[in-house]
């Protein structure tokens, strides 16, 4: 199984909302991510986990709170977002995080295309 | 500045011809470089990695790294209609958070039949 699966694949949600997105992949990766990914833009980190442990937060609000409840499932809580906030929101699995050679192959899902009303 | 650097495009080439993307990066002791197609509304697929000097063949791609000059390239020999994405370089780039990886702007690619 070399998949990453996200749910899910279409989100609209009001400011006032709260939802979840949800990742899970069965590769025994130990690092996973969460990227945002605005149109014609590259992806842009938000949170690392590696092994389960939050490493990274890239200076992201507070409306987005991260959750790794095992090493298969990584969530995404959103809560009071804006109507920037909308974009595809793209989950990420690696073997290992951060420790070079081999270990950055990303493996990404289909992503949840966010829309905030 | 930015660290990693690619053309954005679009870059419009023939159906049967070779499709050349370049890729400049900034952190002189990298040591992973991705390629990464993206089809629009979909998530990056990974095609290509390369870790050392010189070419690396896959099919129909070639990924070229010169690690002095700091760049990396991705050849498409053949190149189809259905090659046509944004293609997304990816470098592993050592900051104060630690070794992550970084992705170019991306650049789009279209194949005419």
């Known amino acids: 199984d070399t998949e990453v699966t996200q749910t899910p694949k279409h989100l609209v949600m009001g400011m006032t909302n709260k939802k979840s997105l949800k990742c899970e992949q069965h590769?025994?990766?130990?690092?996973m991510y969460w990227y945002k990914q605005k149109a014609k833009k590259p992806p842009e980190l938000m949170f690392v986990?590696?092994?389960?442990?939050?490493?990274i937060n890239e200076s992201v609000p507070s409306r987005f709170s991260p959750e790794c409840p095992n090493s298969s499932l990584l969530n995404l809580h959103l809560h009071a977002l804006q109507p920037e906030d909308s974009a595809l929101y793209l989950c990420?699995?690696?073997?290992?995080?951060?420790?070079?050679?081999?270990?950055?192959?990303?493996?990404f899902g289909s992503g949840t295309q966010l829309s905030v009303l | 500045q930015k660290e990693v650097e690619q053309n954005s495009g679009p870059l419009s080439v023939p159906e049967g011809a070779i499709a050349s993307l370049n890729c400049t990066y900034s952190?002189?002791?990298?040591?992973?470089f991705f390629w990464y197609r993206q089809y629009s509304g979909k998530s990056p697929e990974l095609i290509m990695s390369?870790?050392?000097?010189g070419d690396k063949e896959d099919g129909r791609f070639t990924a070229q790294l010169n690690k002095a000059s700091q760049y990396v390239s991705l050849l498409i020999r053949d190149s189809q209609p259905s090659d046509s994405a944004t293609y997304l370089c990816?470098?592993?780039?050592?900051?104060?958070?630690?070794?992550?990886?970084?992705f170019g702007g991306g650049t789009r690619l279209m194949v005419k039949p």
């Open positions: 986990y590696s092994y389960e442990k939050l490493s």
């Open positions: 990816a470098v592993n780039l050592y900051n104060n958070a630690g070794n992550m990886l970084t």
């Open positions: 952190d002189r002791v990298s040591q992973s």
């Open positions: 390369i870790y050392s000097n």
């Open positions: 990420a699995s690696s073997q290992d995080g951060g420790t070079g050679g081999t270990n950055e192959k990303l493996f």
């Open positions: 590769m025994g990766h130990r690092a």
